[in-house]
Every structure is written in C-alpha cells, then in structure tokens.
C-alpha cells in the first residue's frame, strides 16, 4: 500500500473509533465502498442508492423477507378493468415533518418520478394516469393490459408533495447534469428511520423513526453509515470492532473474516447480472482509433469481443469462484431465465481473431472502456481482466476506471464507448431487464440504460407482448424468443452474476436479500 493510501486508510478508521466511542448501545455502524449519491429517491436508479433510501422513504408495495410483494402505503390493491388498478392508502401514516400521507402524495410522486431528471422514468413509461378517487385511494391506468404492474411500481418512492414545493425540490436531481436540491441532502419520507446528517461520501446518520405507522422489528436505534473505498480498511474497520457491518467483503478476504472471533461473512446468490455493452448507434465512436465508422455495428466484432474473454478465467482468479458465468442479462431467481439458454459462446481466440479479420480489424484497432472501480465486487480488476484477453487478438483497450460518483453520471449521458454495468431487475422479471438493457430508447424513457443504443424492432415488439401477456406458458415462450434474439445479435457481452458477501459482527443479526437490499428496520445488535 503505498504511503497516501495507509494516511488515508488511518484517517478513515481514526474517525471510526471516535465514532465507535460516541455510538450507542442500540448503534449499528455499517461501511460500503461507495456512497448514496443523492437521497432524491427518484434522482438514481442504482440499487446501493435506492437501498440508502428505502431506509427513510417507503412505496405503495413493497417486499418481505421472500422477496414477494408486501403491502407498505397501499394495503392492498386490485385490478378493476385490464388496464387500471386501484390502490386503497394506508390510513395515519404520516411524513417525518408530521404532514399526513395521502393521495395528493401519491399523484405527485409517480409524476415527479416520471418527469424530467428521473431515472426511474423508464420504470413508469406505460403509466398512462395516476389519479386520486379519495384521500386514502388512487387508480393507475396503464397504455395496455400490465399484469406485473405491483412489482414495477415497488421501487418508487413517495415523498410529500407539500415538502417538496416548500424546499424546492419539485423535480427530480438529474445526477447526468450534476443538479441538486434540497432533495439531494435531506429526507422527509414515511419509513422507519429518519435522517439526522448527510455528509456526502463521510457519513449519513439514521435515527429510528417514533412516529413510524408499522412494527420496527429489530432493536437499532440508530445507523451510521460510512463509505470507505479501501477494501483493506474495510475489512481491518470489521474485524477490529469499529464497524458492525460491512459489504462486500473481499472475496479474498473470506477467510480472513471467518477465521476472527468477532465477524463472519453471509454470503448468498445475487441476482444481479455483470454485463459490458458497446455503442451501437454513432457513426463513429467517441473514443476510439477508427475513424469515420463504427467496428460495433458489426455483429462479427461483438463477437470477437464476446469469444476472446477468459470468463472461467475471470472467475477463478479475479472473483475466487465468487461469480456464477452467464450468457444472459437475468440470471436464476428471475422469471424468465432457463438453464437451457444460458449457455455461453466459447472461449476461442483463434476464433476471436478470424473475426476481427473477416469484420476488416486484422491488427486490431484501440477503443477506451470504462470502468467504476467501487460499486460491483472487483470491478475494476474483470475490466483489467477483459482488457487483457482482448489485447490477445490485437484490441488495445484504455482503460478509464473512475468511482462511482463520476462514473454513473457520464456513462448514463451515453459518453462513452464501451462500459461495465451492473443490473438486478427490480420486477425480479426479465421483462424488466428487456424494457430497461435491450428496447431501443427513446425520449419517454423507454431503453433509459441500453446505454449503447443497440435496437431490433423485433425485440421490442416482442417486449410489448411480453408486457401486456396474462399467460404465463405463452409469457415465457415469449422471453425465450426475446433472449435468442438478443443472443444472436450478440447486443451485449453478459459476464457474470456476483456473489453476495457481507461482513456481519457477531452481535448483529440482520437479513440478506437477494437484491443485495438493505434493511435498517431488520437488523437488531447485543449489548
């Protein structure tokens, strides 16, 4: 470690232990490797950030502990005619500040969410009208028939309409124009804790919630939450008791943790899909030495790209077998996926290069991949990784790897060439990573991360079907056909699905979701 890194690395777990002595018998002190960027819940459509925020704001529907759909603001809802649902509110809920929660609350949010500067447009692009049939209930109506709409609609906030205006935060925070408001440093929502202090990329002080309407089942009173990028801080923070939780554990420091008498490691499947998409859409690439066209346009380079990575390779030596390969964006636990499909292409160099040469890149050519290199586990090692294999048939790849902070906003505004993303879909349904990775966008938010613009009309036909389909048997038939299209098209390079690691104190007992969620309100600590 070199010496600005161990000053670092000392600062950060100085302020630790003074933390540690100030903190509580009820405190539970948890670090990350990146920070929440904002705490507008409509500002990101990033899970660690929507994980921050779920603590503090609440939606109609929410989940349980098995992932299916729990009621949270709404207590229950139905559908009254194919295309419209109706939402029965939770009575006496009321916002942080005291402001009672109502319908007006609900009509105001899905339209802040579906405005300009939300990232969670996309999700709502079908909401054709959400409109108030009482103070306590409201109806959406969709553009079609959308039987999952419980589950699309589980991931979007509610915030108070009167605190909103009062503090200027009407709209969204645009994280691609680096815009902020009152939004961005302060919450006022329905959920079991409050925020008491945002420090951005410090810390972020939760308080339990006095007010709150339902049952907090575990014992914290208060979260501290800190980011701390150094993985070897991190786990040093753990093991010495400054910290009560930690993710994600190091998969090289598994070991490490479970061997130490205070902490051990709960691990679980995530399903979450790593994946690296290229532009598709320009006539020339933004960075890139090939001028005057774009080599992704052609499926053969996609596919050499696709062939010449080691991704067995990349599992052993980078995720310590930490990472399930996969040839899909959606990975098991999502409706839709199916061993059958997920098979990848083989690992051929020569195979790779024929490529390149038939697709006119005999030498290769030069093009820059970005990279965060805090937000999934290892990710700025599997782009070293990638851009190693692809050296071995003449890609010269730049790496550019940035935090997350950085990284996020500029490849959102499509700014790049070819990146690294990660996606959970949040429908826990492939329709969800159909809409969102693979449908052409467009300016209602449709495709909102096919963020290399790739587009087959065919696929999205086959997306509307597979949106409005009530059939389950012929639902899936129609995401089968979906995937092999996506497939032959070689439209992205699907990588991997990450493995869960978190590091857990001894005297904290909390629960593990699958969407690498969370949950302030189910975790409780020994005095």
């Known amino acids: 470690m070199s010496l600005k890194k161990n000053v670092v690395a000392a600062a950060i777990l100085s302020v630790l232990a003074t933390a540690s002595l100030m903190a509580g018998a009820q405190t539970i002190r948890i670090a990350n490797q990146g920070d929440a960027l904002s705490l507008d819940p409509h500002s990101l459509n990033e899970s660690l950030q929507l994980s921050v925020t779920s603590n503090a704001y609440e939606t109609l529907v929410g989940r349980n502990k098995d992932l299916s759909l729990a009621p949270l603001l709404a207590t229950s809802w139905k559908q009254t005619s194919p295309t419209v649902w109706r939402f029965e509110l939770r009575k006496g809920v009321q916002f942080h500040d005291g402001t009672p929660f109502t319908a007006d609350d609900v009509v105001f949010s899905f339209a802040r969410a579906k405005g300009d500067g939300s990232d969670l447009k996309a999700t709502l692009s079908d909401i054709k009208e959400v409109r108030k049939v009482g103070d306590l209930a409201v109806e959406i109506e ?4 959308f039987p999952i709409l419980p589950d699309v609609i589980s991931l979007t906030m509610m915030m108070s309409k009167k605190w909103c205006e009062e503090n200027g935060a009407a709209k969204p ?23 008491r202090e945002r420090q951005p990329d410090v810390r972020t002080v939760f308080t339990r919630n006095p007010t709150y309407w339902g049952k907090i089942e575990g014992n914290a009173q208060e979260i501290i939450f800190t980011p701390i990028a150094n993985p070897s801080t991190r786990v040093a923070a753990l093991v010495s008791g400054q910290v009560d939780v930690m993710e994600p554990v190091p998969v090289q420091d598994i070991a490490r943790i479970t061997a130490s008498p ?37 499926k053969r380079v996609r596919q050499a790209f696709y062939q010449a990575i080691d991704i067995v390779g990349i599992q052993k030596t980078v995720m310590r077998g930490a990472s399930r390969p996969t040839a899909l964006l959606v990975g098991p636990g999502i409706n839709g996926w199916t061993e059958q499909q997920d098979k990848r292409l083989p690992f051929d160099v020569d195979a790779a290069k024929k490529l390149l040469t038939d697709a006119g890149y005999p030498n290769g050519f030069e093009v820059t991949m970005n ?6 586990v290892n990710d700025g090692q599997i782009c070293q990784s990638v851009a190693s294999n692809l050296a071995k048939i003449g890609v010269k790849i730049n790496l550019a ?10 490849i959102l505004r499509r700014d790049t060439s070819f990146y690294l993303l990660g996606w959970t879909p949040t ?14 966008p467009d300016d209602k938010g449709t495709g909102q991360f096919n963020l290399g613009a790739y587009c087959n009309p065919k696929l999205d036909d086959l997306t509307k079907k597979i949106q409005s389909e009530t059939d389950k048997g012929k639902r899936n038939e129609l995401i089968k056909e979906a995937f092999t299209i996506h497939a032959d098209d070689v439209a992205h390079l699907p990588l991997h699905q990450q493995s869960l690691a978190w590091g857990v104190s001894k005297k904290v007992e909390l629960t593990q979701l699958a969407d690498n969620f969370m949950f302030f309100k189910w975790m409780s600590i020994k005095p």
């Open 427 to 440: 429908t826990y349904d492939s329709h969800n990573a159909l809409s969102s990775l693979t449908a052409c």
């Open 401 to 410: 790897t940035e935090t997350k902070g950085t990284y996020f906003p500029k």
């Open 371 to 376: 990279c965060p290199n805090d937000r999934y």
């Open 173 to 195: 925070v645009d994280k691609r124009k680096g815009v902020e408001n009152t939004a961005s440093f302060k919450a006022n929502g329905t959920g079991p804790f409050r925020v």
């Open 262 to 298: 205070n902490a051990r490691v709960i691990t679980g499947p995530e399903l979450r899909t790593i994946f690296l998409g290229m532009d598709q859409k320009r006539d020339e690439l933004l960075y890139s030495s090939v001028k005057g066209k774009n080599p992704f346009k052609d």
């Open 142 to 145: 969709t553009n079609g028939a």
